[in-house]
């Protein structure tokens, strides 16, 4: 058990400095290891295929890193029940994986991009579910899957929109601004994006008002932690992406998007 909690610490240290593809030798190693000590259905042996299922999706093998979290999952659900942290944890993991392959995978065609968002976001609103029951709505780990789940969904509406440009004289030159127009009816877009706003604004809110977690900054705008940075980014995203589109109220909505997400 000694050299177990030695392979684990040397696969944070290895994730933590980057070094992806050594952390995943380590990480296999540990799983390895775990297998042979605890056995394949331990919930030890879940935490080691989702430690190889992380470094596979960093390393951008999608497929593998699906059945690793996917082993994990079904190794909890016997373990644990499906309403445990542990499982919603894995949940949440694979929602983020269906993300970070629709943003990264340019060989998925339409339909599969689809079927990743939609299944992307039932894991995370099954895994925001069970985090709150389980850990509180304040909580960084619950704060993370709303924000994830709201970002997903806004994702998911922008692939109901077609890019167009349009050409414009300004000082002389000729200009063009890339915009989105919906494909769907402007109620069911216009309901979807408030929904998502909604997540990402609570989710932010939440983890300023109850830091928990590493700070990473205490000035003058009070304390400030790396769930709050990430909930952030996720709400720039959609500021960014609400702006870039036409079915929002006005010009005047538009500017105060680009200004807010600045």
Known sequence: EQELGR??????????A????????????????????????????AAA???????????????????????????????????????????????????????????????DRLGLMD??????????SIRKNELGVSHPHTVASRSSWGATLATKILNHHKMTETASAASGDLMRQRFYISILPTDVTDTAWQAAEEHLRQALQISLDTPRG??????????????????????????KTRATTTDAADTANKHEYFQEAQ
Not at 7 to 15: A, D, G, K, P
Not at 18 to 45: C, M, R, V
Not at 78 to 86: E, K, L, P, Q, R
Request: glycine share 6%.
């Open 7 to 16: 392979l684990q610490s040397e696969v944070q240290s290895l994730h933590r």
């Open 214 to 239: 590493k700070s990473i900054n205490n000035g003058n705008d009070g304390p400030q932690t790396l769930s709050a940075a990430a909930a952030a980014q996720n709400l720039v995203f959609f500021l």
């Open 49 to 111: 295929y989702n430690n190889t299922g992380l470094m596979r999706k960093l390393l951008g093998d999608f497929e593998q890193s699906r059945k690793d979290y996917v082993i994990a999952r079904d190794i909890y659900a016997a373990a644990v029940g499906n309403d445990h942290a542990s499982y919603a944890n894995i949940l949440h993991n694979l929602g983020n994986l269906n993300r970070s392959q629709i943003h990264l995978d340019s060989s998925l065609k339409a339909t």
């Open 18 to 45: 980057g070094n992806y593809q050594k952390a995943l030798q380590a990480a296999e190693q540990l799983l390895k290891s775990t297998k042979s000590h605890f056995g394949t259905s331990h919930p030890a042996t």
């Open 119 to 128: 299944a992307a976001l039932e894991y995370l609103e099954t895994a925001h």
